[in-house]
């Protein structure tokens, strides 16, 4: 079973910049897709970006230009740098990553908080 931790939350305020890392163990191959998510406050979860073993990498409209997705697969990382935040980027982001041998099973991390101040 793959396990995720996520990393790199914290305060920043409008127009500031921070980089999560999403680390994942139990498995000795890289997952084909690994993605971040949020969920703010009283709203739905939303995929932000998610990016590929080959690289493709796809992005929330409104997130694009102001955030980059990146993998480590030999460290078997996943990272989100956040540049431009504001306000509404407000949220707990989760790492997601589907299992190695059955892309039909996604595993999630705890999450971490992401706030930002106007």
């Known amino acids: 079973q793959v396990q995720l931790v996520e990393s790199g939350g914290g305060l920043v305020q409008a127009g500031g910049s921070l980089r999560l890392s999403c680390a994942a163990s139990g498995t000795d191959q890289s997952s084909d897709v690994m993605a971040w998510w949020r969920q703010g406050l009283g709203k739905q979860r939303e995929l932000v970006a998610d990016?590929?073993?080959?690289?493709?990498?796809n992005y929330a409209d409104s997130v694009k230009g102001r955030f980059t997705i990146s993998r480590d697969s030999a460290k078997n990382t996943v990272y989100l740098q956040m540049n431009s935040l504001k306000p509404e980027d407000t949220a707990l982001y989760y790492c997601?990553?589907?299992?190695?041998?059955?892309?039909?099973?996604?595993?999630w991390g705890r999450g971490t908080q992401v706030t930002v101040s106007s």
């Open positions: 990016i590929t073993s080959g690289g493709r990498t």
């Open positions: 997601n990553a589907n299992d190695p041998y059955d892309t039909s099973i996604t595993y």
